[in-house]
């Protein structure tokens, strides 16, 4: 997925009441940018990290800023989740998840289940293929963990990919890594039980479970390679 706009380097002042992040840009000003991200971002927020930010294209967004990507370690991070989805469906299109193949086309953000949701991706074509992506950005000692903080949205989207099997159709839980730095994914049961024991039970009905990280640069954000899954 290439980036829209070019990103502007910053130092991160602090990130605070969930969706903002005062940043220091390299000129010594300081700007408040949007943060699209609604967990925890633990151990993705620290202050005095370098930043990048995108100029918002949108005349009636309230702030000009957009965070995309923090430096973490050497490594860059994403915490951008309105990007997830993209770079899914691209590499998609682009037959880069083997697992996702064969199907004629793919919708976004179609309604479905019993709990007023909307899926990510639905794929058709021969039948139907129900695709939940979820973002990961939290790293511990070496691997990936998802969630960083309790998600009862994640749950119910757990909870309805597993009726889609029901129904006879196939569901696929993506976790999508936004950094490169991890050896394996795995489950954050310590951070939120109920979401750890409602994968495994989706797991154990037949929703399927894939992780991919991804290769970041200041221009793009790609899907690497799968992210090997212990729970």
């Not at 602090?14 to 005062?22: H, I, N, Q, S, V």
């Not at 990048?52 to 957009?66: C, E, G, T, V, Y």
């Not at 430096?71 to 691209?90: F, K, Y």
């Amino acid at each position: 997925m290439k980036l829209n706009t070019p990103l502007t380097r910053g130092t991160l002042v602090e990130r605070y009441k969930r969706f903002f992040g005062d940043v220091r840009l390299d000129d010594g000003s300081i700007v408040t940018a949007h943060c699209a991200n609604s967990g925890s971002m633990m151990n993705v927020k620290e202050p005095g990290s370098p930043v990048w930010l995108s100029a918002n294209q949108n005349p009636k967004a309230k702030l000009d800023w957009r965070w995309e990507m923090i430096e973490v370690d050497g490594s860059l991070v994403g915490i951008n989740t309105m990007h997830p989805n993209r770079i899914v469906e691209e590499a998609i299109l682009d037959n880069n998840i083997k697992e996702l193949t064969g199907y004629a086309e793919v919708r976004r953000e179609v309604k479905y289940g019993k709990e007023n949701s909307r899926i990510d991706l639905l794929l058709e074509g021969p039948g139907r293929c129900y695709v939940e992506v979820k973002n990961v950005t939290l790293k511990r000692e070496n691997h990936a963990e998802f969630p960083d903080a309790v998600t009862t949205r994640g749950a119910k989207h757990l909870r309805e990919l597993l009726e889609m099997v029901k129904e006879g159709h196939r569901a696929v839980m993506v976790y999508l890594v936004q950094r490169a730095d991890c050896d394996y994914f795995t489950v954050a049961g310590d951070i939120d039980p109920e979401y750890e024991k409602g994968l495994k039970a989706a797991m154990a009905g037949g929703v399927e479970v894939l992780c991919y990280q991804c290769q970041l640069s200041e221009e793009e954000i790609t899907l690497d390679k799968p992210l090997r899954i212990s729970l």
